[in-house]
């Protein structure tokens, strides 16, 4: 699929111009980062899927020194972090910022939004829930999403480190885009899986108990660095390819 | 060991009998929950390991709304971060705070002290960090610690939830117990250790990039649950063991 297309599609689902060029770019920089269940094939997903306004805003539900609360207001998850993620960049912490996102899903690449955020010069840190999708691995009923955890380190010096890491063996987004099958979908790490297992859960709940209106959430923290450890990092680690490296 | 021989050699350490009493609690606590690398072994660890002051006090060198920044000044890691969680009990965030302590190493079994925070109410979100270990799972020189998140979820009607997930495949104290080798110590998760990895290396960078004085630390995140998410999940799980359960 080209940007012609894209964006022809978007704007036909009723997504404003800029809406449709911020959501073209999120699924277009996962596509060539060889994340295809982030890519492309989530445009005819987006054209099946309910529940969402293209036409819906986000809004700032409260805010203090160290903290907002955001709330979807019926916005796609994508649309929400990309709003968020700009009013931490227009107005960055003091030091450092919690920002919990009420119904925000889905939230795609977590990677692309702290990178963004990097680029901008702060660390961040994200999570966001989904569908339980992940049991535990002697078994039992799905209890957790895949909830990834994603970190994005500036540096003045060089390319922000950027880890983006989905506690399933497999992303639900490869279900989508037919390159596995559901019952792949299980917490990573073979037979130490009941380390991401505890990682999804844990996730989930720092969002569930943070959101005061129950559904799918991301939280995020922003923080002002002190240091720039990357290019120390970089040197030390030769030719080896750090996370997030193109 | 038992308790009166642990509180001998810690307070033989030079150690005050409060802070004795709080280091054979967590090494006791990690013991039990079959974490002997963090257990009753630190302690002839402790007597060979050098670079501490038993009587030395942690201080709070910043505060501000959602942000305080601690400093080791000295002391064991276990005990700042012991001082770190009192603080934040006494005197809870109005909504979040994140918790930067700089020189704090070493910081034993991190799921004990966000289950403190956890039993007092509040969600507890840790990680720090430790000598390199881990190198990328395709070879090269080690380029991060173990560095384990622990995340702490309080519940009014059950016990508290406590992942407390290390990077590593085993810990480093499983090799100061001697239930390892150091060539074991490698990213957990098989075919997908890149996962663990990136992990670690990312949870590296945010301490390194948030202290002021170069060397291990720790960062923790606390928040007022505005939710309880725990029973509903205890049920949904049915017969499933959750993390941290006893």
């Known amino acids: 699929m080209d940007a012609d297309e894209g964006l022809r599609r978007l704007r036909a689902l009723g997504f404003a111009d800029l809406d449709a060029q911020e959501l073209w770019v999120h699924f277009d920089a996962a596509e060539r980062r060889g994340k295809q269940g982030h890519g492309h094939a989530r445009i005819p997903w987006l054209e099946e899927l309910e529940g969402y ?22 916005a796609i998850g994508y649309l929400v972090l990309g709003r968020v993620v700009r009013a931490q960049l227009d107005s960055p912490p003091s030091q450092a910022r919690l920002v919990v996102c009420e119904r925000t899903f889905p939230t795609g690449m977590l990677g692309h939004h702290v990178r963004r955020l990097a680029d901008g010069g702060l660390v961040a840190v994200l999570t966001a829930t989904s569908p339980r999708r992940l049991g535990h691995p002697d078994g039992g009923p799905k209890l957790a999403g895949t909830n990834p955890l994603a ?20 992303t639900w987004g490869d279900v989508v885009a037919g390159l596995a099958s559901a019952d792949e979908l299980v917490p990573f790490g073979a037979e130490q899986a009941h380390k991401a297992f505890a990682l999804a859960l844990g996730l989930q709940l720092i969002v569930d108990s ?3 209106d129950d559904g799918h959430g ?10 720039d450890p990357v290019p120390a990092l970089r040197e030390l680690a030769g030719g080896v390819r750090l996370p997030g490296d193109g």
Chains 1, 2 share one sequence.
Request: aromatic content about 4%.
């Open 53 to 74: 306004d293209p036409s819906a805003e986000p809004s700032l539900l409260e805010e203090e020194a160290g903290f907002q609360r955001w709330h979807g207001g019926g």
């Open 151 to 170: 970190i994005g380190i500036p540096s003045g010096g060089s390319d922000p480190i950027v880890a983006d890491v989905s506690m399933g063996a497999i």
């Open 210 to 212: 943070l959101v005061r």
């Open 218 to 227: 991301a939280v995020l923290l922003v923080a002002r660095p002190e240091a």
